[in-house]
């Protein structure tokens, strides 16, 4: 289930998600965001992955925005970084702390985390 911008943004703002203002620019949103996944990944993938993770749906946003803007190895670390910790934030926001829907989560954000540590340096914009 994708989300409208201005509910990606919404949820990012009461979820208290670092880097949120990245949200604010509609065009760059559209031009760089396209939900949970490589953009290399098929469509109906990254829908898929998508709508089984809404709740790491803004984290990814913010993600995808941070890596269109690029920069150097201590900056991806940083956006991946972020990415863990929105993921975990949102979680938190959404279930609780103490919640086996968080746990999971959690798990999933990790998860994330290592394959973009693993495979995100070929959409990196390096500069």
């Known amino acids: 289930m994708a989300m409208t911008i ?24 559209l031009r760089d965001c396209n939900g949970i996944g490589a953009a290399w990944f098929p469509a109906w993938l990254r ?34 970084w972020r990415f863990l910790r929105n993921g975990i934030a949102s979680g938190i926001f959404c279930y609780g702390f103490f919640s086996v829907r968080n746990a999971i989560t959690v798990m999933e954000s990790l998860r994330f985390f290592f394959c973009l540590r693993l495979g995100g340096s070929f959409a990196w914009r390096r500069k």
């Open 6 to 29: 201005a509910a990606v943004r919404e949820f990012a703002a009461a979820a208290k998600l670092k880097k949120r203002e990245l949200l604010d620019d509609d065009d760059a949103v």
């Open 47 to 80: 829908r898929a992955i998508s709508a089984m993770h809404p709740v790491l749906y803004a984290a990814s946003f913010i993600h995808d925005r941070e890596y269109a803007i690029g920069g150097g190895a201590p900056a991806r670390l940083a956006a991946d």
